[in-house]
């Protein structure tokens, strides 16, 4: 189906070379470019501490990730295949190069996210695939918590982590879920530290969570039972990344593009041949209608698109906020013993109740 995108923008791209429609045809030319380059952008999300960055470390066999991070020294870290080992740490365009072993000297404060260049197997066999681990983002921190979400938008797929001790998909995690789901919905779910628990609660667990994400998504999604300590881990997170639908992430990822490129030809084409009955002045007064409209529209998605990312932004915050207030107001004679007990401590304890 993929073809079909391609054989598209190569009709629009003739078009608007032919009739001189310069800024088409430098779209066009963009997209064509976006499409070669496509990838899953595959983000591992789930609670804090649910097992996110242990369970890409065991799908890539290799102690890389560092786990148990402290939710604010947590930014999302991609992970692609390179022969040369480094670090890429991105803010706005600009991209720092750290070597691996200085990844902890790196002030996460000052970036984005970071890209990893990384010599594995695992990466070069899922070369079309860029894993990416997620901060957990129920961290009770505002600012992190914008900065993860806005982060969130630029996937493409998703798989959910769940903390097999949780036992069900916690409401911070559904009320996350009902938003992405109106982005695009290509989600699989991993049910992670099984070895903490009895076969049987597995499978119950395991059942529990299959309905719950059923509910959510409208559909069933593909489930996988692991943990850390798993050989079969890679497989089984291999197997849930090739069974992602990417012609549908494709599509949703390009349609709207080609769509509006090929409404601009249209238009442009439909201008061409009325001016040919018309004179000079009519000619321009329709191009400065067309232009008007173009920039309405163009005005209007932007105001949509501003809409969006607010609503994702307060709404997921706002109720991620709450849940980590009413947690920890739960827990107050916990928390109190753990603050006596000395700041790390009082941190452990902070995290584990969320
Ligand atoms: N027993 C067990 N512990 C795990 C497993 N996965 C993660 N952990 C531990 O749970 C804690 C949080 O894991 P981490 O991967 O850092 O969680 P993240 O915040 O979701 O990235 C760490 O102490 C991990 O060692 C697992 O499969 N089994
Ligand atoms: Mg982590």
Known sequence: MEHIYYDYSNTLEEISDKYELKTLSERTQCLKDNMNGFKLRLLFVGAFSAGKSALINAALERELLTENQRPETAIA???????????????????????????????????????????????????????????????????????????????????????????????????????IKNYDNNAAVVITKTDLKMPDDVEKVKNNVALSAANLFGKNVDIADTNKFDEQAPQKIE????????????????????????????????????????????????????????????????????????????????SVLCDVQNALYNKTETLAAALRGGEKNFAVTVNNIL
């Not at 890429?88 to 970071?114: C, F, G, M, P």
């Not at 090929?262 to 400065?288: F, H, M, P, T």
């Open 239 to 318: 197997q849930l990344i090739t069974r992602i639908d990417k012609v549908s992430v494709f599509s949703q990822e390009y349609y709207s593009e080609v769509y509006s490129i090929a409404v601009g030809c249209l238009d442009a084409l439909e201008l061409y041949r009325k001016s040919i009955d018309l004179n000079l002045e009519d000619y321009d007064r329709e191009i400065e209608a067309h232009y008007k409209a173009g920039r309405e529209l163009s005005e209007k998605l932007e105001r949509e698109r501003k809409k969006l990312e607010n609503r994702f932004q307060n709404d997921v915050a706002e």
């Open 77 to 179: 870290s991609e992970l692609i295949y390179d022969s040369r080992e480094y670090i890429e740490a991105v803010k706005d365009s600009e991209r720092t190069h750290y070597s691996i072993e200085q990844v902890d000297e790196i002030d996460v404060e000052k970036y984005d996210y970071l890209i990893w260049h990384i010599d594995n197997d695992f990466l070069k066999r899922n070369k079309d695939c860029i894993i990416v681990d997620m901060p957990g983002f129920n961290s009770g921190i505002k600012n992190h918590n914008n900065a993860i979400l806005k982060y969130v938008g630029s996937g493409n797929s998703y798989i959910l982590v769940i903390d097999c001790e949780d036992g069900a998909v916690k409401k911070s995690i559904s009320d996350f879920i009902n938003e």
